[in-house]
């Protein structure tokens, strides 16, 4: 469980934002040279996040190039900041040397047009410029996103650049004892959305009113960011699973799952399913079916320990050819699955019969990863549930606490089912 509350306090450790910050610098650059590289040039939000502690904006995400960073040796990282904004990360990040912010060169994934190839070139100086005086000129440089236009200028440039998003995944998957905090309140948080759900629930509402109000709930907690997703599915709509929500109204005797996709707290994400039926009692079926999916789940949280492996845990789960008459697992991709949770939402290691069988990654104490499962009727109804725990050296601490023991009932009324008993 969460050990502290959500804000900082002089009188309580609670998480120690510098310690974790220098953890997640120095375990980048120790991957880094690991891997034999002179330098990582990240692009994506949760590798500049991870180094330089420095918060990407809503509307920067997804457009790598707007904003990045450079770790060169080392040295302290560089963060090249989109436009001016640089001057306010002299207020708010001290820990970045005030001579190591600069303003990016943006070519917004080509949308600058003809002007891309001479910003990527401006880009491209910079990052030599850099190499240069952090004395690890011509080695090799690990890029963690490669758009189109960089190859060209980058191979006229002389720059030796290799993949870097491996070392940065190396590095992001094991978490510190305050990367665990947050992670612990990550899953403290979304009991009590899952809690808000089951009060707020009811036939007559809609997917997307759901939606909205779980959204304005966790907007109101102190360190939120942001939540990329509150999945709300009700009915047909539950299976095959569409990872959505619509204006569908939600009928007496749904089926509702409802996954809280990335509630993002001070960076750190979660994914968390529980399943609902509203305003009657689920079905003999419908029980039957959650019994399955319950299994199923459990039966791979059992395998868990320092030292199994991902391919221990797929192997728990049953062939998607086999239950539900698929072609082949990719088919089911994401259906019986495991994955990482950090800075982003797909940490190492993830976890599906596609390819855990065949490339099992170690399971390391540090690591931090949801397990999920589902099961349905074609078009009717379907289930989905999932934990999220931390990975110890003598256990496994699971940090999502709504109950998961049963389809958690929303307000059935006296006599609506033949299933209920008085």
Request: charged share 25%.
């Amino acid at each position: 469980m969460a050990n502290f509350g959500t804000v900082g306090m002089d009188w309580q450790q609670r998480v120690n934002w510098d310690r974790m910050r220098n953890y997640r610098l120095e375990r980048a650059r120790e991957r880094m040279k690991a891997h034999g590289l002179g330098a990582m040039l990240l692009m994506y939000d949760e590798n500049i996040r991870y180094v330089t502690a420095t918060l990407t904006p809503g509307w920067c995400k997804l457009k790598p190039g707007l904003r990045y960073a450079l770790l060169c040796g080392d040295d302290a990282p560089v963060i090249f900041e989109q436009g001016d904004v640089g001057f306010q990360l002299e207020r708010h990040n001290p820990w970045i040397p005030k001579e190591n912010i600069r303003h990016a060169f943006p070519w917004i994934k080509g949308a600058a047009g003809p002007a891309s190839i001479s910003q990527v070139t401006k880009f491209t100086n910079a990052i030599v410029q850099e190499m240069k005086k952090s004395n690890v000129s011509g080695m090799k440089l690990g890029v963690d996103f490669v758009d189109i236009n960089m190859i060209q200028v980058f191979k006229d440039a002389g720059v030796d650049w290799v993949d870097g998003m491996t070392p940065m995944m190396e590095a992001r998957a094991i978490k510190n004892v305050d990367e665990q905090e947050c992670m612990r309140m990550v899953g403290a948080i979304g009991d009590a959305a899952h809690w808000e759900c089951m009060k707020f629930l009811k036939p007559g509402l809609t997917e997307n009113q759901v939606t909205a109000h779980i959204m304005e709930f966790l907007y109101n907690i102190p360190g939120m960011e942001d939540v990329e997703d509150v999945i709300v599915s009700s009915g047909p709509n539950t299976w095959p699973n569409w990872r959505n929500f619509s204006d569908r109204i939600i009928k007496p005797g749904d089926i509702v799952f409802i996954d809280l996709a990335a509630l993002t707290w001070n960076g750190y994400k979660s994914c968390y399913y529980r399943t609902y039926c509203v305003g009657k009692e689920p079905s003999q079926e419908q029980k039957d079916v959650y019994a399955i999916a319950l299994k199923w789940l459990y039966d791979a949280i059992k395998t868990v320990k320092v030292g199994a492996t991902t391919k221990d845990i797929a192997s728990q789960w049953p062939s998607a050819q086999k239950t539900w008459g698929y072609e082949d697992e990719d088919q089911a991709a994401a259906n019986l699955w495991g994955h990482g949770l950090g800075l982003a939402q797909y940490d190492t290691p993830v976890i599906s019969r596609i390819w855990s069988l065949d490339f099992p990654v170690e399971i390391k104490p540090g690591m931090v990863f949801a397990l999920e499962t589902q099961h349905g009727k074609m078009y009717e109804w379907g289930v989905r549930i999932e934990e999220m725990m931390i990975v110890h050296e003598d256990k496994i601490e699971l940090i999502s606490g709504f109950p998961v023991e049963q389809i958690t009932v929303v307000d059935p009324q006296p006599g609506y089912s033949r299933f209920i008993k008085y």
